[in-house]
């Protein structure tokens, strides 16, 4: 199929959607162009890693369905509005030599992750190009990036590297309908897209899904009356409470991992108050790495204006904060598979009680990122710091 071809059938599948998501480029509103056929990822494989050998380049299609031509060499990466992706190029390509700039939200995960252990030559990418949530062109530009990785809902940002003559190759947050693991999988075939390595693309992305269908096949014989009311405190701060409802990723979790999502009828990242948190009186509560507040701020009742004293998952000590290892653990990242088991371990832990999340994440680190984790690196894994927030 030539890319001609490509581009008109990706002009009559494309569709919009719009979603709240301070997790992948500041705290606006994004609307993504999403492409969720099966053929049009055919399409996509069969126009991928076009290398014409007199020109020195390679041409693949995006999430978006442009046709981006790439140099051959890939040499200096910018990523900019998709806030994950740094961990996950890191996984793929087992170094962060040739990323020269990372928004400054990626760079306070990575500072309070284990990401710079592994790749301490993160912390030499740039952030000033990010201004006040903004990419500053001209900053970019003296970055020489030979690419740019951004968030596919940007279409200005898009627009901007496009007049600029950068090459921008687009990864969509939403064409899997908010299902994480295959986000992730989406992520990861883009990358062995644009670097010419499928048979790494598919052994991680196997390993996603081989640990989703292990998770599905205990939490799918739940009987809905014996699931608990799960509530995602998404961005908690400044008395401003976020949550994660139905068309996005808190859903996924929930859903997958064996809970009720109390937030199901709102959509997005919807604002809510604490007499609709009385309402919903979740069994569990998860606390992301968007928000600096821990578990402790719940327990002891310290956040200004909000009395959590009588919430259930409160009184029973159920108050968890996402692990922070990689990347911050609630958008798809390179530990993606590790978040599916590590919350089924918390919201039904009678069903998953001979799965030791400990060796599970020493296993996966020392096969993925060869590296060997202590006990105490655990530990900082487990309780992350509350600047990790970026707040």
Same mark, same amino acid.
């Given at each position: 199929m030539?890319?001609?071809? +490509?581009?008109?059938?990706? !002009?009559g599948?494309?569709? %919009?959607s719009?979603?709240? $998501? =301070?997790?992948?480029?500041?705290?606006?509103l994004?609307s993504e162009?999403?492409?969720?056929?099966?053929t049009?990822a055919?399409?996509?494989s069969?126009a991928e890693?076009e290398t014409?050998?007199?020109t020195g380049t390679r041409?693949?299609v995006?999430?978006?369905?442009?046709?981006?031509v790439?140099?051959e060499?890939?040499?200096?990466?910018?990523?900019?509005?998709?806030?994950p992706?740094p961990?996950?190029?890191c996984?793929f390509r087992?170094s962060?030599?040739?990323i020269?700039?990372?928004h400054p939200?990626?760079?306070a995960?990575?500072?309070n992750s284990y990401l710079l252990?592994?790749?301490?030559?993160?912390?030499?990418a740039d952030?000033?190009?990010?201004?006040?949530g903004?990419?500053? +062109?001209e900053q970019?530009? !003296?970055?020489?990036p030979? %690419?740019?990785f951004?968030n $596919? =809902?940007n279409?200005e940002?898009?627009?901007?590297?496009?007049?600029a003559?950068?090459?921008?190759v687009g990864?969509s947050?939403?064409m899997?309908?908010?299902?994480?693991?295959e986000?992730?999988?989406d992520?990861?075939?883009l990358?062995g897209d644009i670097?010419g390595e499928?048979?790494?693309?598919?052994?991680?992305i196997?390993?996603?899904?081989?640990?989703?269908?292990e998770?599905?096949?205990v939490?799918?014989t739940?009987?809905?009356?014996?699931?608990?009311?799960?509530l995602i405190?998404?961005?908690?701060?400044?008395?401003?409470?976020k949550t994660?409802?139905?068309n996005?990723?808190?859903?996924y979790?929930?859903?997958?991992?064996?809970?009720?999502?109390?937030?199901a009828d709102l959509s997005?990242?919807?604002?809510?108050?604490m007499e609709?948190v009385?309402?919903?009186?979740?069994?569990?509560i998860?606390i992301?790495n968007f928000?600096p507040?821990?578990?402790d701020?719940?327990?002891?009742?310290?956040?200004?204006g909000?009395?959590?004293?009588?919430?259930t998952?409160?009184k029973?000590?159920?108050?968890?904060?996402?692990?922070?290892g990689m990347?911050?653990?609630?958008?798809?990242?390179?530990?993606?598979?590790?978040v599916?088991k590590w919350?089924?371990?918390k919201?039904r832990?009678?069903?998953?009680k001979d799965m030791?999340?400990?060796?599970?994440?020493?296993d996966?680190?020392?096969?993925y990122?060869h590296?060997t984790l202590?006990?105490e690196?655990?530990q900082?894994?487990?309780?992350?710091?509350?600047a990790?927030a970026?707040v």
């Open positions: 030539t890319i001609r071809k +490509i581009q008109k059938f990706f !002009a599948v494309l569709t %919009v719009v979603l709240t $998501a =301070s997790v992948f480029g500041g705290s606006a994004a162009t999403e492409t969720t056929s099966e049009a055919e399409a996509v069969e890693s014409t050998e007199s041409t693949i995006d999430h978006t369905g442009a046709e981006v790439l140099p060499k890939i040499e200096r990466v910018v990523i900019s509005s998709i806030l992706l961990s996950v190029y996984l087992g962060a030599d040739d020269v700039g990372i939200s990626s760079m995960a990575a500072e252990n592994v790749f301490p030559e993160i912390a030499n952030t000033s190009f990010v201004e006040n903004e990419v500053n +062109i970019l530009l !003296a970055l020489k030979d %690419v740019v951004y $596919a =809902s279409t940002e898009r627009e901007m590297y496009d007049n003559g950068i090459p921008a990864f947050v939403s899997s309908d908010y299902d994480c693991v986000t992730y999988a992520w990861i075939q990358l670097y499928q048979d790494t693309a598919n052994e991680i196997a390993e996603g899904r081989n640990v989703a269908d998770i599905k096949s939490t799918s739940i009987a809905d009356e014996d699931k608990p009311k799960v405190l998404f961005n908690y701060a400044d008395g401003i409470i994660s409802g139905s996005f990723f808190g859903q979790w929930i859903e997958t991992a064996g809970g009720i999502n109390v937030a997005g990242t919807p604002e809510i108050n609709q009385y309402e919903w009186d979740p069994d569990i998860f992301t928000s507040y821990q578990p701020d719940l327990y002891n009742n310290t956040i200004d909000d009395d959590w004293s009588n919430v998952a409160v029973n000590q159920q108050v968890y904060k996402f692990p922070l990347y911050r653990w609630f958008p798809p990242a390179s530990d993606t598979p590790l599916l919350l089924a371990s919201i832990p009678d069903l998953f030791d999340m400990d060796q599970e994440i020493k996966y680190y020392e096969k990122y590296v202590t006990d690196d655990l900082k894994i487990y309780t992350p710091a509350s990790a970026g």
